[in-house]
């Protein structure tokens, strides 16, 4: 079966400390997709990263990086430095053919 | 661009009533998706569009549930007699992808939702 954990319920952490969001997936499609996606309380859902299959090449983006590895079926996210402004849940999700699968969701609130 | 919107962002309804929701994806995007998301969880998947034709379907999409997209613009979900279990965020999403390609080739634009209260 298709399935994306995500174990950490909610993470509370202290302005300016490091913070990591774990992703767990199952597939058994050899092509597929993961994403994460950040929903503040606005509701909206905002794109953070697409990541093919292909490419366990781990990404840097300013405060964010990712950390895939196919031998664990894991994709996680790190905040450095975390601020106020990101206090939202998190979503780690699994596309493989035309069909999405997200996780259920980690709530981080950074305390000032 | 405006992004994704969706109207109307809550409703409302008495318990057996039909509603109808609208999504106007971002203009040039030619996928349309429809999820449903309750508290406290994930987005599930409900349906897709390219263009006008609406290609997968989620088990979760019982027949009380229709999506149209007639002109591959705008759509709409309808739900008829709506039941209590009913009660969630409706959210739509868009995205451009070329016509072979899968949908996690591209990132999805979501918009603010429809909250549906069925009381």
């Known amino acids: 079966a298709q399935k994306v954990t995500q174990a950490q319920t909610e993470i509370s952490v202290v302005e300016k400390e490091d913070v990591t969001l774990d992703c767990v997936y199952e597939?058994?499609?050899?092509?597929?997709?993961l994403f994460w996606y950040k929903q503040p309380p606005s509701g909206e859902l905002v794109f953070l990263i697409r990541?093919?299959?292909?490419?366990?090449q781990n990404e840097i983006s300013g405060r964010y990086s990712w950390n895939f590895q196919k031998s664990t079926s894991s994709f996680n996210f790190t905040i450095t430095a975390s601020q106020v402004v990101d206090s939202a849940v998190y979503f780690c999700?699994?596309?493989?053919?035309?069909?999405?699968?997200f996780g259920p969701g980690t709530r981080l609130s950074v305390l000032p | 661009d405006t992004g994704v919107s969706q109207d109307p962002r809550h409703k409302i309804t008495k318990r057996g009533q039909n509603v109808t929701f609208r999504c106007d994806p971002i203009?040039?995007?030619?996928?349309l998706y429809w999820y449903r998301q309750t508290l406290g969880q994930g987005p599930e998947f409900l349906t897709y569009?390219?263009?006008?034709?609406?290609?997968?379907k989620s088990r979760l999409l019982s027949d009380r549930f229709s999506a149209e997209r007639p002109k591959g613009s705008f759509s709409t979900l309808e739900i008829q007699r709506t039941e209590q279990g009913d009660s969630a965020m409706y959210l739509c999403a868009s995205s451009l992808a070329s016509l072979a390609g899968g949908s996690g080739t591209t990132e999805q634009y979501f918009g603010p939702g429809t909250r549906l209260t069925v009381t």
């Open positions: 203009s040039e995007h030619n996928r």
């Open positions: 999700a699994l596309n493989y053919g035309q069909n999405f699968v």
């Open positions: 990541r093919n299959s292909f490419d366990e």
């Open positions: 569009f390219q263009n006008e034709a609406q290609l997968e």
């Open positions: 597939t058994r499609d050899t092509t597929y997709y």
